[in-house]
């Protein structure tokens, strides 16, 4: 089974509708975060974790939230999308320590908003 | 604000030789990261650059770290279709906490035979 899932792969949905991405791991990671991924803009980090308890914003977070409802589950949500959020979003993980580890990344939820 | 500059963002090379991409990036940092993604794929870990002179090489790819130039390269050697995909360099802006980093743009290799 894959360390990182994220559900749905695929989403079309319509301008003004609410829609939540999920992610869950198995890899025991207390870190967890949210990206989006536009053509020729490499990634943008949205929203990360530490752990359930401490949340925090990051660079283009206006018009998400999220939710962490348990160490390993970590869910995005646009609460009225809009066109200009369509774009391939990633979940990653990462151990909770200063060994510089690698954030690990989940497969990825390709979102379309018409 | 921390800029992560790419280059080149498009790169296509002949099976066999040799090239090298580039990672500027404009503020103090000594961590910096590697990632190749395959079209409508993940991301995939490379090399983890943590120091100054830090080299890391797996097969065909080589990374290097320069902290005081601020810049760091992948150099590709011998070439295979195999290496097609997009490269990243992300650098780390938390002075070593691993949780914000910043991406480059990314560039597109394509290997042709």
């Known amino acids: 089974d894959a360390d990182v899932t994220q559900t749905p792969r695929n989403r079309i949905t319509k301008t003004g509708k609410r829609i939540m991405l999920e992610c869950s791991q198995t890899k025991g990671h207390d870190r967890m975060y949210w990206y989006r991924q536009d053509p020729g803009l490499g990634l943008r980090l949205i929203y990360y974790s530490f752990d359930v308890k401490d949340i925090n914003k990051g660079e283009i977070s206006d018009g998400y939230s999220v939710s962490r409802q348990a160490q390993a589950k970590f869910s995005l949500s646009l609460e009225s999308a809009i066109p200009n959020q369509t774009a391939l979003y990633f979940c990653a993980t990462s151990a909770n320590d200063y060994s510089g580890i690698a954030q690990y990344f989940g497969p990825g939820t390709r979102l379309t908003v018409l | 604000e921390l800029k992560v500059e790419q280059n080149p963002l498009f790169l296509s090379m002949q099976e066999g030789k040799n090239y090298t991409i580039y990672c500027d990036y404009s503020?103090?940092?000594?961590?910096l990261y590697w990632y190749r993604q395959d079209p409508g794929k993940s991301l995939e870990s490379l090399f983890v650059l943590l120091s100054n002179g830090a080299v890391k090489q797996e097969g065909r790819l080589m990374a290097s770290l320069d902290t005081k130039a601020r810049l760091s390269t992948l150099h590709i050697t011998a070439a295979v279709h195999d290496l097609s995909a997009t490269y990243f360099c992300?650098?780390?802006?938390?002075?070593?906490?691993?949780?914000?980093?910043?991406f480059g743009k990314g560039t597109l290799l394509t290997v042709n035979p």
């Open positions: 992300a650098v780390d802006r938390t002075g070593g906490s691993n949780y914000k980093l910043t």
């Open positions: 503020t103090t940092s000594d961590r």
